[in-house]
């Protein structure tokens, strides 16, 4: 374990136990910092997504051992992304290097909970929900209920809060910092997985109008079928597992006809938040709380991780104002290609014919392709070079 750590913070509280809440402090504890997490459920925790990690997250998961906690079958590697427009137009994108990864939720969250159970500056608190933050002498205090009891309890003496509690972050709540989500459009999302062997290598991504549907190997035997779509003008029918949603998609619909669904379908939204003020010298918002628009481009959680790396990063280098204007400017510099790349993908994702066109130019031209999936990674930069890897 590395003894590098700063003066600023020795105790630091995580509000919100799921991926990313886990890997900071992962991250952190291996830096020596002592890290408490507070988690509103129990582990392991499950979300609706499309459950597919790009090679920029794995590489992470992998660095910091996580990886090795998830057994064998419980992982499924793809090398690419494969979009299917609805006039049959096909367009492939293999990864310039390595692979990413599809994992189901809940092993990806036991993989993670048993790493960071492993370290002894790591204090995990489970069915705790966050009542009310109280700030002190530049200290934070954090008065919980334990799910179960009728009492409130008080934990105090942190020096720095970091607010991972997802798409409704009662952190960025508590502290007013809701902002308007970045775009207008509202978009849903709804997950299942189905017992079939998955037929490609790459990550599939369904095109229809104003609704797509991605498909990620999950297993050997498993996929997941993730439906987004925006709600004005997509309107699912309570019939079936799929709520109607695959009649968007019949060829996807016969594929996996006489297959079993594993479980019932679960829905998430609407999807687009943001937040104002995201850093301050002692509160930080990362992953969903701080801002997330869509997972049309599949980046969610490498983003959360890359971010907690940055953090531990910024925070061996910088200290006060220094510290906290570095670690913005780093992450907005990656959240602004986030931006840009899901507001173009989800412009094509409500214009039909135009979306034919770019898939035109894509099929006559796949380096394009290849060279915007590297692009939002973050692998290469608008020139084509390649960037730092973590």
Known sequence: MSTKSTDMFQHILIIGGGPVGLFTAIVLA????????????????????????????????????????????????????????????????????????????????????????????????????????????????????????????????????????????????????????????????????????????????????????????????????????????????????????????PELEEKIKGHKILDSIRSIGPLAVSSKTPDQNNVFLLGDARLFMDGITGEGLSIGFETAYLLRSVMAKYKGNDFSLNFHQLVQTKLDTYVRVTKFALFFSSHTILRAGVFWILTIFPTIFKFLIEFNMGRINIWGKETKEF
């Open 30 to 249: 291996q830096d020596g910092f002592d890290v408490s997490v507070i988690e509103k459920n129990n582990w392991p925790v499950d979300k609706v997504c499309g459950e597919g990690i790009m090679p920029t997250g794995v590489k992470l998961l992998k660095d910091y051992g996580v990886l090795d906690l998830i057994p064998e079958e419980a992982k499924c590697k793809f090398h690419g992304i494969h979009y299917k427009n609805k006039n049959g137009q096909i367009v492939r994108g293999q990864f310039k290097s390595d692979y990413g990864l599809g994992i189901k939720r809940l092993d990806l969250s036991q993989g993670l909970y048993l790493k960071a159970k492993s370290f002894s500056n790591i204090r995990l608190y489970h069915d705790h929900e966050l009542l009310a933050l109280n700030q002190y002498d530049n200290q934070f205090a954090a008065t919980v209920k334990v799910h179960g009891e009728n009492d409130e309890v008080t934990l105090n003496g942190f020096d720095l809060l970091l607010g991972c509690d997802g798409l409704r972050s009662r952190v960025r709540s508590l502290l007013q910092l809701d902002s308007l989500p970045p775009f207008k459009l509202k978009r849903m999302g709804a997950r299942i997985h189905v017992e079939i062997a998955p037929w490609n290598d790459m990550v599939e991504v369904w095109w229809s109008k104003s609704i797509e549907a991605y498909v990620t190997p999950t297993s050997k035997e498993s996929v997941n079928i993730l439906f987004s779509w925006d709600i004005k003008k997509i309107s699912p029918q309570s019939k079936g597992p799929q709520l109607g949603l695959l009649q968007y998609f």
